[in-house]
């Protein structure tokens, strides 16, 4: 029979303890919603290097707030919580790797010249972003042991998918990617803005 040493668990319930104000959630979702402008500023007739300006400045915009909010909000109701150095290098030596074969994935058809995602035809962009997204949230809600992130990989692929379907076939007006960024990234925002009401209920500084 398999055993957790309770060093191992008490990291574990550590993750899942520290994240469960919903933060990451608004964070991700934000996210997913910020690469649904990708293909609205590219109509924009904005300089290709605008562009990846605002997209960039939107993500660390949302990141810093998340930030502040963890620091004024998170903190001093649950307490700041240091992981041991080999948890803390075990999972950023995970995203690290994450990051790199993505990088190398794109770099490579890119340089290459392969075309690389057209072998998924009419879905070559939503289906590899979906695919991308999948593994990220799959990935991160490994990390800190909360399944809900696995539901919203789910629901970011099923989106894209869906919508670019509607799309191709004249059901919808705009292009399938933005909106499925749009209704996806909206319900993690909303169900991360709902823990993290919950959160601040349940736990209620204390007055003098």
Excluded: C
């Amino acid at each position: 029979m398999k055993s957790t040493s309770p060093t191992r668990d008490i990291n574990s319930r550590l993750m899942l303890s520290i994240h469960q104000d919903g933060l990451l959630d608004i964070l991700g979702g934000f996210i997913v919603m910020t690469f649904g402008l990708i293909p609205l500023l590219d109509g924009t007739g904005l300089n290709p290097g605008v562009r990846q300006a605002i997209i960039l400045s939107l993500y660390f915009a949302g990141v810093f707030l998340v930030i502040k909010l963890k620091r004024r909000v998170t903190h001093p109701r649950s307490g700041y919580v240091e992981l041991s150095k080999k948890t803390t290098s075990r999972l950023s030596l995970i995203l690290l790797i994450i990051n790199v074969v993505i990088f190398l994935i794109f770099a490579g058809a890119y340089i290459f010249n392969i075309p690389l995602w057209d072998i998924f035809g009419s879905y070559r962009l939503s289906i590899p972003l979906g695919l991308i997204f999948l593994i990220m949230f799959a990935v991160s809600g490994g990390l800190i042991k909360s399944y809900r992130f696995h539901l919203y990989g789910v629901l970011v692929f099923i989106s894209f998918v869906l919508f670019e379907h509607l799309f191709l076939n004249g059901h919808v007006a705009d292009h399938g990617i933005p909106l499925a960024a749009f209704f996806s990234g909206g319900i993690i925002i909303l169900s991360g803005f709902l823990h993290f009401i919950f959160f601040v209920k349940k736990y209620q500084l204390e007055t003098e």
